[in-house]
């Protein structure tokens, strides 16, 4: 099913939800009447568990680095920055793609390069004489259709009709295009159900978007936390489909990374529309972050060794520095910079180390879900079995029926939940509450963090319906908790 939306009504649901859960006063508020009862956040997707450590310590170090930071680098980004993402995509896709700099973009923040994205790819239809139109799935995450209907675009979101998936078929998803349909989204793993398309639904849509001269926005963010570490990778499934130009990639280290704060992504593209990029955003960001070069470099290396991507003799260094050493005259002591790095994160063990922090990372996410599913089956609905990423959509069958926006706001008022429902997700309040009450819950964060926020999802199920939620044996939520507990904010 599929329905046109004029105005990008989630966005603005996920803003009013966020007026009182994240507003400081009605923070302060909560913890005055609840001394001792932290907040427990199981909606903001982001990444709870401590960083990896030796990630940060080097970064910081290596920053410090004049090269990185006395001078504006450009709209594009620093060339050290996109080297890095150049030669880890080089070595993903196994030679089938040979990006360079002039392919990638580093930006401050995944949100920056979605929105970046959009504006490039709204210009680019308009050139060509098409009223900018895009498809995207839905549920998914808010930001993106913003950005999109922020540009100019006319949305179309499609959700599947099939039982059991919300991830529309490729069938589904094209048939929800038109004549001006110029863009298509698609988020692996999707953003808020997990979900992702595999390898042969993906050469299908890249064919579809090639013969309907279509772009796929192809955001990765969180494919780096896949459980099998076996995802498909679009932009090779694209180069043998003969379509590499048609699609744009926004990638991110810092939520996976728990990092936040350190805001830095990026896009991939072809040539002449990272250029058209690079133009839009000369007026938004002259620079990119100084931590974006050693992080990168550091988490791109991480990867190809985690990855085992060096195998069929292809080096990272030796990538790495042949992209570089066209620009040697113009940054002089660039490419030696480099070569240390590399050698000195691989000598020391640092790149071992974030490999290890990412295995252990991907073990509690598996045992949130399943803590989830066996001790929790009666509190939620069906959800996708876990994939990949650290956020899931559940059912609470026990809040079926209720209003969600007044809902949300009572969980947090009442009860210390920040939780984001799914009309923040696609379509609007009525259209979700004619199918229950459906909420994300992100999992990443420590194992009795996350049975904590549960435990009070379910006594304020029962207290909000007068205990027909069937979970008398969890602690009442309006109690205070014993202090030093984990669950912070």
Not at 123 to 142: D, K, M, N
């Amino acid at each position: 099913m599929s329905s046109c939306v004029p105005e990008f009504a989630p966005w603005r649901f996920m803003l009013t939800v966020d007026e009182v859960n994240y507003d400081l006063d009605e923070q302060a508020d909560f913890l005055s009447r609840h001394p001792g009862t932290p907040i427990v956040n199981l909606a903001s997707g982001v990444n709870f568990t401590d960083p990896p450590w030796d990630f940060v310590d080097f970064v910081l170090s290596a920053a410090r680095n004049p090269m990185l930071w006395h001078d504006y680098d450009g709209p594009d980004g620093h060339l050290l920055a996109r080297a890095a993402v150049a030669t880890y995509e080089a070595a993903r896709s196994g030679g089938r793609t040979r990006p360079g700099p002039e392919n990638v973009i580093v930006t401050a923040g995944a949100s920056a390069a979605v929105g970046l994205a959009a504006r490039t790819l709204a210009a680019a239809g308009q050139a060509r004489g098409r009223r900018p139109h895009a498809v995207l799935p839905a549920p998914t995450f808010p930001l993106v259709g913003a950005a999109l209907r922020d540009s100019g675009f006319e949305l179309t979101e499609v959700t599947s009709a099939l039982p059991r998936r919300w991830l529309p078929t490729v069938d589904e998803l094209t048939a929800g295009a038109g004549q001006d349909t110029t863009v298509l989204y698609v988020n692996t793993f999707n953003n808020p159900t997990g979900e992702f398309y595999p390898d042969d639904e993906l050469r299908r849509l890249v064919a579809w978007a090639r013969d309907h001269d279509v772009v796929i926005l192809h955001d990765i963010v969180s494919s780096d936390l896949a459980r099998d570490g076996d995802l498909p990778h679009l932009p090779s499934i694209a180069a043998e489909e003969r379509y590499a130009e048609g699609v744009l990639t926004v990638g991110s280290l810092s939520k996976s990374r728990a990092l936040p704060g350190f805001r830095v992504a990026w896009l991939i593209g072809d040539t002449a529309t990272i250029r058209a990029a690079a133009r839009v955003n000369e007026l938004i960001a002259p620079s990119s972050p100084g931590l974006a070069s050693p992080a990168l470099v550091l988490d791109r290396l991480a990867m190809i060794d985690a990855e085992r991507l060096e195998d069929g003799g292809f080096s990272a260094r030796d990538t790495l520095l042949a992209l570089l050493t066209p620009h040697a005259r113009t940054f002089p002591g660039l490419v030696d910079f480099a070569a240390r790095i590399v050698d000195e994160v691989r000598s020391t063990g640092v790149t071992a180390s974030v490999g290890a922090w990412r295995t252990a990372l991907r073990d509690v996410l598996a045992t949130n879900e399943a803590v989830l599913r066996r001790d929790f089956g009666d509190l939620v609905g069906w959800f996708p079995r876990w994939r990949g990423d650290f956020n899931t959509l559940v059912r609470v069958p026990a809040l079926d029926g209720r209003d969600y926006l007044e809902t949300t706001h009572t969980l947090f008022r009442r009860f210390g939940l920040q939780t984001l429902p799914g009309p923040a997700f696609g379509h609007d309040p009525g259209w979700w509450r004619r199918r229950g009450y459906y909420t994300r819950l992100s999992f990443a964060l420590p194992e009795p963090q996350w049975v904590r926020g549960l435990e009070r999802l379910a006594a304020a199920c029962d207290e909000l319906t007068g205990g027909a939620s069937g979970r008398h044996d969890r602690v009442p939520a309006g109690l205070s908790e014993p202090a030093g507990t984990s669950g912070e904010v």
